[in-house]
């Protein structure tokens, strides 16, 4: 049993005065595995406060003094991988080689903002004007539990990069993988006051940040609800806002798709961090003249997923990471039949002998309209809908139909024709035939999906303002 009872403020462990207590539970069999004191206002303005002291120096550093405590901070983090892989598996039932990839992940945002550094433009004339950056201020971020890890440092290396100083709030749920992060800022030598961590609630925590002065930017990634009472509270005091939200990403199997390739990496976007994840590919497009083709080509295929507990090696899909999530998803099944859905493998309930914990089996609806609640709403557990189209002009419009517009895919043998379907999501991500990222380019939403972009030097310049001298 472990329990976590201070925030890391200054430079140093500081005791919660807070004493709202938080109960850590395994998934995989819903045991309680310790608790989390949970920071208050108090706790928050302290963290703030030393934030705001540390800026004063820390934003008169040089682009290379930067890079050094970037390293550093790099250095510390990879030095605890194995660590931090484990805490993924246990805290939140990440599957072992999710875990990994999200731990290498975030180590690379780090290395990709200090190589990006380089690029960003910190002072050049314009005419006869001077035009140069400078760091915004304290930032905020409010990290969600599903990869806590990689937004943790991505945001705090961007905001380091330019300058600023951080008081990030992770989830509550995520307290043993905060409490690693924490050890290793501390462990990384870097000025006291530049990175400050505060366990808490968002209704606590998170408010304090987004209505406090002295904070000058908001980094959020979570939900799109949770993103819009972000946005509205800090306009009172004009903060700049990067929000990365919800997803319900659409997937265009084309007419020329080679199932061969196009099945494994349907199943590898769409049951992403088994389905945790807000660029899952969750709506399956498919034309009208291979529908039966490919729905039983994916029935068998997903039918040789394994669920199961987070530490096998060959798992795929693990458990939901609460109970609550768990019951969200059955849920949005239950619905997904009342509305005239058609389970084509999957269903509700838990797999045969995984009753204990949070899991969910791997669902596919079939028959499924771009108008059912399952078609609409971001589910964020391993549940597809599949939906026919005519033509690629009509795939292209149900795609686009959404008030999402996080990420996309394509599939197709013409690649040629793949990009230029690519072009028309509107989404800020689209990988085509082959699941795609890399931390140097800007990652982000459309519509309500979020405002802004993270990631090299995109995200260093979301921390930085002009200023012209004439």
């Known amino acids: 049993m472990r329990h976590i009872t201070q925030h890391y403020i200054g430079g140093r462990f500081t005791d919660s005065v807070g004493q709202e207590k938080f109960n850590l539970v395994n998934p995989a069999a819903n045991m309680l595995t310790g608790t989390v004191l949970m920071g208050n206002e108090e706790d928050t303005r302290h963290a703030i406060s030393a934030a705001k002291e540390a800026f004063k120096t820390y934003s008169l550093t040089t682009p290379l003094q930067r890079a050094e405590y970037l390293q550093r901070f790099h250095d510390a983090v ?11 598996v246990e805290e939140y039932g990440g599957p072992h080689q999710i875990a990994r990839d999200l731990v290498q992940a975030a180590c690379g945002a780090i290395l ?9 433009p910190f002072k050049k004339m314009v005419g006869q ?17 599903n990869a806590n890890i990689v937004y943790f440092c991505n945001k705090a290396a961007a905001a380091l990069a330019a300058g600023c100083t951080v008081v990030t709030k992770p989830s509550e749920m995520s307290a043993v993988q905060t409490q690693i992060l924490m050890e290793c800022v501390d462990a990384a030598g870097l000025p006291a006051g530049v990175i400050n961590v505060v366990n808490g609630r968002g209704d606590v925590v998170g408010v304090e940040l987004t209505i406090n002065p002295d904070v000058a930017k908001i980094s959020f990634t979570g939900s799109t609800a949770v993103g ?6 800090s306009a009172d005091t004009l903060k700049r806002v990067t929000l990365e939200l919800g997803g319900k990403s ?35 497009l498919v034309p009208e003249s291979r529908y039966d083709e490919i729905t039983t080509a994916l ?24 109970r609550t999530q768990y019951q969200r998803v059955q849920e949005y099944i239950k619905t997904g039949i009342e509305e005239g859905g ?18 969910v089996k791997p669902t596919v609806f079939i028959n499924v309209t771009n108008n059912m609640t399952i078609a609409r709403e971001e ?17 292209i419009d149900i795609a686009n139909d959404s008030s999402y517009g996080l990420a996309g895919y394509v599939s197709g043998e013409d690649l040629a024709n793949a990009r230029k379907v690519a072009e028309q999501i509107q989404a800020g991500t689209v990988s085509v035939n082959a699941f795609a990222y890399t931390s140097f380019a800007p990652f982000g939403g459309m519509k309500q999906s979020g405002i802004g972009r993270e990631n090299g030097a995109y995200g260093i310049q979301s921390y930085l303002e002009y200023k012209t001298i004439a």
Not at 112 to 120: A, G, H, N, Y
Not at 299 to 322: E, F, H, N, R
């Open 379 to 395: 589910i964020f557990g391993p549940v597809l809908c599949v939906i026919s189209y005519k033509n690629e002009q009509e795939a």
């Open 299 to 322: 029935k068998q295929a997903v039918g040789q997923l394994k669920v199961g507990l987070p530490q096998d090696s060959d798992t795929v899909i693990g458990p939901m990471v609460s």
């Open 250 to 284: 659409a997937h265009i199997v084309l007419e020329d798709a080679d199932l061969n390739k196009a099945l494994p990496f349907i199943l590898q976007s769409g049951f992403l961090n088994s389905g945790q994840a807000c660029i899952a590919g969750t709506r399956i």
């Open 228 to 233: 819009k009472s972000i946005a509205a509270r």
């Open 112 to 120: 990709s903002v200090k190589e990006s550094l380089k690029d960003v």
């Open 78 to 88: 990879a030095s605890r991988a194995d660590e931090h892989v484990q805490a993924l």
């Open 342 to 359: 058609e389970i084509l493998t999957g269903g509700p309930g838990n797999p045969e002998g995984l009753e204990d914990g949070n899991f």
């Open 129 to 145: 004007a001077e035009v140069s950056l400078h760091p915004v201020g304290v930032a905020a971020h409010i990290t969600p539990w």
